[in-house]
């Protein structure tokens, strides 16, 4: 069974300060894309950066970027200069070719000022 | 802007009832999908469809249908609703190859007394 895992329920992190989240998966395609969604209290799911697996180099969007493992099968997210609206569930996914995306459970992301 | 619209945000249904889920989308995209969210399991597909009529189960279709009958809507039903059922349903879709990520709807939270 393809499977994601985000170890960390729950992380906080001081405002301005820099907070890595944690994913691992399991396939044994090599060719897939890896997701990061942030969900806001408005519920909406919001595409944060993507990560093609047969590129080497890790993905950046702004303050957030990426540290993509492929051997290991990890790919964390790090938010720097954190600021209160990165407040929300983080979830990391990912997806083999035509075929439908599997979820981590969540790490709520709880940012202080 | 392009939009998956759910047509609940919050729902509360009796035990027994029939349930429908209305999701439309106005991207053309051929895939459209139905996650329920639980707290700590993260998302779980219930079914998707990759073109009209058709339907495919995913990890958890029990107690669940659902219909295509037009290539922007895409239906969820409970056929008797339980209160195990008691969820946020999240409605998603993508072009052929999903390689982008998915495009999701705001949710609908059911709760069923």
């Known amino acids: 069974a393809q499977t994601v895992t985000q170890s960390q329920p729950e992380m906080s992190v001081q405002e301005a300060e820099t907070v890595t989240l944690s994913c691992t998966y399991d396939?044994?395609?090599?060719?897939?894309?890896l997701f990061w969604y942030k969900q806001p209290p408005s519920r909406q799911m919001i595409l944060v950066i993507r990560?093609?697996?047969?590129?080497?180099q890790n993905a950046t969007e702004n303050r957030f970027s990426v540290n993509f493992q492929k051997a290991a099968k990890s790919f964390s997210l790090k938010i720097s200069d954190s600021q209160l609206g990165d407040a929300a569930m983080y979830f990391c996914a990912y997806i083999v070719y035509n075929n439908d995306m599997r979820f981590g459970a969540g790490t709520r992301l709880t940012v202080k000022p | 802007d392009v939009k998956v619209t759910q047509s609940s945000r919050y729902l509360v249904k009796r035990t027994g009832e029939k349930v429908f889920l209305e999701c439309v989308q106005d991207?053309?995209?051929?895939?459209m999908f139905w996650y329920r969210q639980d707290p700590g399991l993260g998302l779980r597909l219930i079914y998707f469809s990759y073109d009209v009529k058709m339907k495919e189960k995913g990890d958890i279709p029990e107690g669940y249908s659902v219909s295509r009958e037009k290539k922007e809507r895409f239906s969820l039903i409970l056929e008797s609703a339980s209160t195990n059922q008691t969820s946020m349903y999240l409605c998603?879709?993508?072009?052929?190859?999903?390689?982008?990520?998915?495009?999701f709807g705001s949710g609908t939270r059911l709760t069923v007394v």
């Open positions: 396939t044994s395609e090599s060719d897939y894309y």
């Open positions: 998603a879709s993508s072009p052929e190859a999903g390689n982008y990520g998915y495009t």
């Open positions: 991207m053309d995209h051929e895939n």
């Open positions: 990560q093609e697996a047969y590129k080497q």
